[in-house]
């Protein structure tokens, strides 16, 4: 059975739970609670992720998967979620490695510091890291426009990845009406079958006193 080490207010753990949803595959989803410091415990870096990080993928007792887009490729092989094609393939990763280098690390980031009281500490980066964000976006809608999802016509992993911090940007201050095909775009992700729907809030120790 596979089990999935995971903070539930996560998106990067979202993105797995949606996945694995949308291929009706059980799993054990085994609680980490990141803001105690469990993820970076000797035992969690050193056999589960040096990086400290979840969500974390155990495919089998021992083996172990992080970084979300790569455990969304992992679990995608062989079905509808990621094409066979090699093109169309490196247009997933495209959007992929595009989440992680320009849309998490500023639209994840800002929404993280201002829903857990760390934006007044880090306003002038706050302010730089919404600029790169709202660019993100822009991105997005410009790609949007023309396309119904972002790779071939179809809901693949792209989308689920994309989906999962975009859909909450306004909590980090980021109004989305002035990007009417990306608003479309996750209507049209949510309206997927056994879409999992909201993700939950911080749990109260996340935020700062
Ligand atoms: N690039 C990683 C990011 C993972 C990540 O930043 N996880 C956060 C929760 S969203 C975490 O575990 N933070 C705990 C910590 O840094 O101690 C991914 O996509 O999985």
Redesign the pocket.
Known sequence: MLRLHD?LP????YKVRQLLAQLERPYERVS?D?FS?Q??TEDFLHSRNP?????VLEVEPGRFI????A?LCYLAEGTPFLPDGRFERAQVLQWLFFE?NLL?PNI?TVRYWRLTGREAQRAEAARLKSAQGLEALGTLERHLQTHRFLVDERYTIADIALYAYTHVAPDGGFALHPFPAVQAWLERVRSQPRHIGELPPYTANAHVR
């Open positions: 903070y996560s998106a990067n753990g980490v990141i410091g993820s970076r990086a400290g990080r979840i969500p992080a970084e979300s887009n455990i992680q998490e994840g």
